[in-house]
């Protein structure tokens, strides 16, 4: 199991109304890993999140999930995905919502106030979702990706606008999401984030730029500094093309 | 289908309304006010006795499809409705978790109307009460159904509210309720024919006025209720795993 993929990505081509938003991207993503996707906004990340949990219509190549074809039915149970635009039902209190999509999953009724103290909600959970502040009502989105037990989670941008405490317990959690066996595929535009992520893949206009470990990013252009070694990739990238 | 997820799904929508009084009173009152506004308007318990009937299949019709193509736009816009397709939900699991939902709330809205033009306003319902139910029922299913479907055409409130005029006012006037069907113009006459609210008004009035269940009645209800199923199944069309 160890040297199996969690999500491969074979030239994936998406159109949305006219230009290609996604060209040509390859990519394999190792399990129990968290791999960082970045790049500036507008670059494909999250039309690229969507086509691997199965829900955009993609122009062609190949993307497998867990070794079905993305969007499979069996598949549905097995990835958790948190929208970047939080996706809850902001009438309904943080609780009620997690109970609601638990059913829908086949969760156990505990996971609920498991993902609310996860995700650091628990003075909250008896609050209206749409009462809520733009960073608890990301988190909350980000408890309905955590229900029942998901092999791969696919979080967009999940911790935007969040306390620098807050931000550093979900990374803790990604990690030992991992250990205990899920793949992570978290988009981010933070370096400091980036660099705690084991593979980074970074995206630009549509196109895969690098796909490489930290480190590896650094030392290739003799930066210390991961925006830097970006700087340098975008650049390169340019005089090639 | 899965029950579970369906009744889940019911509960998760009524508790959404839970949090929203002012909807659900509205929802209650608005049709029991407008026929005590027309048992006044018409000042005679005959002439109210012969337009109510219709009402109570109109209000519900009109209200359901309202409330149903916003709450399922809101459900497309606000990305939920995407979350819950990469969950194991099935289309008519959503459907008619919706659909008993709303179901419990238009029975309500019916009984409460139907209950007060009986009790006070001098409506006489010859047949049975629960028939009478059950069509306004299977009408407030058909205009949830209808709402579903159009929701998907469109993109804002502001242009589902719009849908209104177009799929719900042509059936209210054409249905009978204001004029006789056969004394309309026979074009209207013959488009009516194409219009499951006429049948549901005339299954209405005949409940009303004899308690005989023939098979014209009998018809009309199969007639209503299929209309409901298409609807819900063209609906369910338009939820897409899959989007652009």
């Known amino acids: ?241 | 289908m899965n029950a579970t997820i369906t009744w889940a799904t019911a509960r998760r929508v009524l508790t959404q309304l839970r949090h929203d009084p002012r909807t659900v009173a509205l929802m209650m009152l608005v049709p029991s006010l407008l026929m005590l506004l027309l048992r006044y308007m018409f000042n005679s318990e005959q002439a109210f006795s012969q337009a109510a009937p219709a009402l109570l299949g109109v209000f519900p019709f009109l209200i359901m499809f309202l409330i149903t193509s916003i709450t399922t736009l809101r459900e497309r816009t606000t990305a939920t409705l995407e979350r819950l397709m990469t969950m194991p939900l099935g289309k008519l699991d959503l459907l008619f978790g919706y659909a008993i939902a709303f179901g419990v709330l238009a029975t309500l809205q019916v009984a409460l109307a139907a209950g007060i033009s009986v009790a006070w306003l001098g409506l006489d319902v010859e047949g049975s009460m629960w028939l009478l139910l059950l069509i306004a029922v299977l009408d407030a299913l058909l205009g949830m159904a209808l709402g579903l479907f159009v929701s998907a055409f469109a993109r804002t409130e502001f242009q589902a509210i719009q849908f209104m005029p177009i799929f719900v006012l042509p059936q209210a006037l054409l249905c009978g309720l204001f004029v006789p069907r056969d004394q309309m113009g026979s074009v209207l006459d013959w488009l009516s024919n194409f219009m499951p609210l006429s049948y549901a008004v005339e299954a209405l009035n005949q409940v009303t006025s004899s308690a005989e269940v023939d098979g014209t009645l009998v018809r009309d209800l199969i007639i209503v209720g299929g209309c409901a199923i298409v609807a819900l199944m063209l609906g369910a069309a338009t939820l897409r795993r899959r989007t652009p």
């Not at chain 1, 030239?11 to 996707?37: K, N």
């Not at chain 1, 606008?161 to 999401?177: K, S, T």
């Open chain 1, 1 to 241: 199991m160890t040297n199996y993929s969690a999500v491969v990505v074979e030239g994936l081509r998406v159109r949305r109304g006219g230009p290609e938003v996604v060209q040509d991207v390859s990519f394999a993503v190792p399990t129990r890993t968290v791999t960082g996707l970045l790049g500036p906004s507008g670059c494909g990340k999250t039309t690229l999140m969507r086509a691997i949990v199965g829900v955009q219509i993609v122009a062609g190549g190949k993307v497998t999930v867990l070794g079905r074809p993305a969007g499979h039915p069996k598949l549905r149970d097995k990835i958790g995905y948190a929208t970047q635009n939080p996706a809850t039902y902001g009438d309904l209190t943080v609780r009620e919502s997690l109970r609601y999509f638990a059913s829908v999953l086949g969760a156990p009724a505990s996971d609920v106030d498991r993902v609310i103290s996860e995700v650091g909600l628990e003075p909250e959970a008896k609050q209206l979702v749409g009462r809520l502040s733009g960073g608890q009502h990301s988190r909350a989105s980000l408890a309905v990706a955590l229900l029942g037990s998901p092999e791969l989670l696919v979080l967009d941008e999940p911790t935007v606008g969040l306390d620098p405490v807050l931000r550093d317990e979900l990374w803790e959690l990604f990690w030992r999401l991992a250990d205990s066996g899920v793949t992570l595929l978290v988009s981010t535009h933070v370096m400091d984030e980036a660099a705690r992520c084991e593979r980074l893949l970074l995206m630009r206009e549509g196109r895969l730029l690098a796909d490489d470990t930290p480190a590896a990013l650094r030392t290739q252009s003799g930066s210390e500094d991961l925006e830097q070694a970006f700087l340098h990739l975008i650049r390169t990238s340019e005089v090639v093309a």
